[in-house]
């Protein structure tokens, strides 16, 4: 699993947030989800056997707006 970790953060600079072993196409995979430092979510599924990237896809991160109590005060 090391080795799948470190090449998927290698591609895909970032901190990984989930992951899991399944099996997909009669295949054992892990599946990474890496907050990527370019403001994306990389999903990036790589082979057991091979530690080969065998599919990824990438979606921006959700925007978050500060909230109103979350500001500070301006100091009059």
Do not use: C
Request: hydrophobic fraction near 40%; proline fraction near 7%.
């Amino acid at each position: 699993m090391k080795t799948a970790r470190a090449m998927a953060l290698r591609k895909f600079p970032g901190k990984v947030r989930d992951f899991s072993l399944e099996i997909k196409k009669n295949k054992w995979v892990y599946f990474f989800k890496i907050a990527g430092k370019d403001q994306k979510f990389h999903n990036i599924v790589v082979d057991v056997m091979t530690d080969k990237i065998i599919s990824k896809s990438s979606e921006p991160m959700p925007t978050t707006k500060a909230s109103p109590l979350s500001t500070p005060l301006a100091k009059k």
